[in-house]
Each structure stands twice: as structure tokens, then as C-alpha cells.
């Protein structure tokens, strides 16, 4: 299968600090990478979807302003959590998709554990 | 968008036993995913199964995509297929996933 990394697995920032994820496809190329955020022990839930070139598109309720997302290449998305706060505390995880004819499978990168003290 | 739903959301079993889990979407989906979720959150890729049967050792799923179901089935469970098991699939236009609330799995000795 396909491999996505994501770094940092765990990170721990001052509240008002900003920190960044980096979400890489390392043996195929992703126009698309999504990101999702889940609280413990719930579900995934989708915040935004990053477009390689372009701005990225955010669900409903996801601030834009305070989880920025840049896809600058076609191997690297990076989301930052600008001005955290405790509330923003939250595993986050990434994804790349595969194409399998018209449709595609999502691979997940390892997850970034944020702690906001 | 689509609603998914995973049943049962928790379920406990002896070693050596069987299971079955379903996922039941409110819509079409496309991208039909089996998930597990280790302990340190890495959703490790189970099946791809937009439709039709599938086999992996143990583990097999089977989509009915016009009835808009799948089912994940363990066999001969072991302490180690502890977890979070998730169903994931995208439609009504979205690309992204949607994912069910998940089924805490835990194998007893």
C-alpha cells in the first residue's frame, strides 16, 4: 500500500503559540490530501481537504483563520494551529488518496497527538 | 452528506471466537473502507471494498452496495484484534470520508 508520514507523532505548545504538521505522501504523488481531527474516544471527523496549488476547502464550522493549510507540492500538505488553545487539544491525522480506477483509497499518515497547555 | 452507522458500537469476546460487525450508510458510497485503530491511533488499512466479497486471513468483508451495508467478520479472534474498528465511505459529492462512530472491540484471554 501506499505510505503517508506525518510529523510531528506528538507535540506539546503554550497556549497562543501556533504549531505545524507536515503530511507527506513519500511513494506517491496526492493533489488532494485531507484532514481530519478526532477527540478521544469519538470518530474521525473531516476539517478540511487540501488542493495541491490551491486554497484548500474547509467543512462547515472548521475556522480557516485558525487551522491554516498550505499543499504546496505534490507530496507535502502542512496544517498549522495558529494562536492554540487548550480546546484545540485534539489527535489530527492526515490522508492521501490512491486511485483505483474511478475511484480511491485513503491512507492515513501515523497522527499528531496536540496538547495545548 | 451521508450518515454512517457501525453496529454494535462495543462488543466483547473470548479468544477463539467470532464476530461480525456492519456498517450501514444512509446514501451510495464510493471508497468503501475497513479500518482498525491501534492504541496509538494509526488507522491501519483493513479493506478497500466498494463492493462484493473480500479475504484476508482472518478477516473478510462483504459489501451489498445496492443495500447500502457492509460487514466486517473476525474469525478465531485473538487478544491482538482489540481495538476500534471504522467503516469509512465518501458520497453525496464529497471526496473526503465519513466515517461511523466505531465498534470498541476487545478479545479476551
Known amino acids: 500500500g501506499a505510505v503517508v508520514s506525518q510529523h510531528p507523532s506528538r507535540v506539546i505548545c503554550k497556549s497562543g503559540t501556533s504549531v505545524k504538521i507536515e503530511c507527506r505522501s513519500l511513494?506517491?504523488?496526492?493533489?488532494?490530501m485531507f484532514w481530519y481531527r478526532q477527540f478521544p474516544k469519538k470518530s474521525l471527523m473531516l476539517m478540511a481537504t487540501?488542493?495541491?496549488?490551491?486554497?484548500?476547502?474547509?467543512e462547515q464550522g472548521v475556522e480557516k483563520d485558525k487551522f491554516l493549510i498550505n499543499h504546496a507540492s505534490l507530496t507535502l500538505s502542512t496544517l498549522t494551529v495558529t494562536s492554540a488553545h487548550p480546546e484545540d487539544s485534539s489527535f489530527y491525522i492526515c490522508s492521501a488518496r490512491v486511485f483505483k480506477g474511478s475511484n480511491t483509497e485513503a491512507f492515513f499518515g501515523q497522527g499528531t497527538r496536540l496538547t495545548v497547555v | 452528506g451521508i450518515q454512517v452507522e457501525q453496529s454494535p458500537p462495543d462488543l466483547i469476546l473470548q479468544e477463539g471466537a467470532n464476530s461480525t460487525l456492519r456498517c450501514n450508510f444512509s446514501d451510495s458510497v464510493n471508497n468503501l473502507q475497513w479500518f482498525h485503530q491501534n492504541p496509538w491511533g494509526q488507522l491501519i488499512n483493513l479493506f478497500y471494498?466498494?463492493?462484493g466479497t473480500k479475504q484476508n486471513g482472518r478477516l473478510s468483508a462483504t459489501t451489498v452496495a445496492t443495500e447500502r451495508y457492509s460487514l466486517l467478520y473476525i474469525s478465531s479472534s485473538q487478544t491482538t484484534d482489540s481495538g476500534v474498528y471504522f467503516c469509512?465511505?465518501?458520497?453525496?459529492?464529497?471526496?473526503?470520508?465519513?466515517f461511523g462512530k466505531g465498534t470498541h472491540l476487545i478479545i479476551q484471554p
Open positions: 471494498i466498494p463492493s
Open positions: 487540501s488542493n495541491e496549488g490551491s486554497k484548500a476547502t474547509y
Open positions: 469509512a465511505g465518501s458520497g453525496g459529492g464529497a471526496d473526503g470520508l465519513t
Open positions: 511513494d506517491f504523488q496526492a493533489t488532494t
